[in-house]
């Protein structure tokens, strides 16, 4: 571990202390969720994640820290976490092609192919003209005549 993650976890630790005894805080909420944003660009996936995790302890319970948090999960490959987070981020917005891609994408890895075509035909009743989803929809079916 290097000591710039070291350093981040400190921090993530010594405000998880204050935000346990404080109230929402949108200012803080906003701060760690472009830190996690900036971290993610960098490649830095796990320091993301807490990053966004502390966005959502200060409050900030949108769709934008849930989806991105679970595409940096999904980045290091921790793919069931991302699932669940990602359903929070489905939760709060049904019609987020971008949270319902990357949830696919992460069935897909597991091998759970069929729940991954679900998620992709869903994909398709909310934006029939979908590339994306269309061929992976493709390749799962494909994959399953074979």
């Known amino acids: 571990m290097n000591v710039l993650s070291l350093l981040i976890l400190l921090l993530c630790a010594s405000f998880c202390i204050i935000a346990a005894v404080a109230d929402d805080n949108p200012e803080q909420a906003a701060i760690w969720f472009d830190k996690g944003n900036d971290l993610a660009?960098?490649?830095?996936?796990?320091?993301?994640?807490?990053?966004?995790?502390?966005?959502?302890?200060?409050?900030?319970?949108?769709?934008?820290?849930?989806?991105?948090?679970?595409?940096?999960?999904?980045?290091?490959?921790?793919y069931a976490e991302a699932i669940k987070t990602l359903e929070k981020a489905i939760t709060l917005n049904p019609t987020d092609i971008d949270a319902w891609t990357q949830k696919g994408d992460a069935l897909n890895w597991l091998g759970k192919n069929n729940e991954a075509l679900q998620v992709y035909e869903k994909i398709l009743e909310i934006d029939p003209k979908n590339s994306y989803a269309k061929l992976k929809k493709n390749v799962i079916l494909n994959q399953q005549a074979d």
């Not at 807490?50 to 595409?71: C, H, I, P, R």
Request: net charge negative; aromatic share 10%; hydrophobic share 35%.
């Open 41 to 78: 660009s960098m490649g830095n996936y796990a320091e993301a994640v807490s990053a966004y995790d502390m966005s959502l302890t200060f409050g900030q319970n949108d769709e934008d820290v849930w989806l991105e948090k679970g595409k940096a999960l999904s980045k290091i490959g921790k």
